[in-house]
């Protein structure tokens, strides 16, 4: 089973930066569509942001304007560099490749990393 690596998860006050990293394997990265999602206990995970291989992407719509998500297809690494942090951003980030490959489907995920913003 494939798994994907999040890492830059942290404590940061309201107002302040974070930039949360996901290592993939290489064999599928650049062809896959790679999402970051967002889960707080007993609630459902929600799509953060979205990016195609091709790099068009998609944002929730309380993230817009704060949130940027960017893959870099060289290093097998997806990014969601996150400004103006609130609290209501404290989750833990998971993210996700999915696509087709030889007519199969794929859909890996990462472990999470937390995100604390503090009020």
């Known amino acids: 089973q494939v798994q994907l690596v999040e890492s830059g998860g942290g404590l940061v006050q309201a107002g302040g930066s974070l930039r949360l990293s996901c290592a993939a394997p290489g064999s599928f990265f650049s062809i896959s569509t790679m999402d970051w999602y967002r889960q707080a206990p007993g609630k459902q995970r929600e799509l953060v942001a979205s990016?195609?291989?091709?790099?068009?992407?998609n944002y929730a719509d309380s993230v817009k304007g704060r949130f940027t998500i960017s893959r870099d297809n060289a290093k097998n690494t997806l990014y969601l560099q996150m400004n103006s942090l609130k609290p209501e951003d404290t989750d833990v980030y998971y993210c996700?490749?999915?696509?087709?490959?030889?007519?199969?489907?794929?859909?890996?995920w990462g472990q999470g990393t937390q995100v604390t913003v503090s009020s």
């Open positions: 996700r490749a999915y696509g087709v490959i030889v007519g199969l489907k794929y859909d890996y």
């Open positions: 990016i195609t291989s091709g790099g068009s992407t």
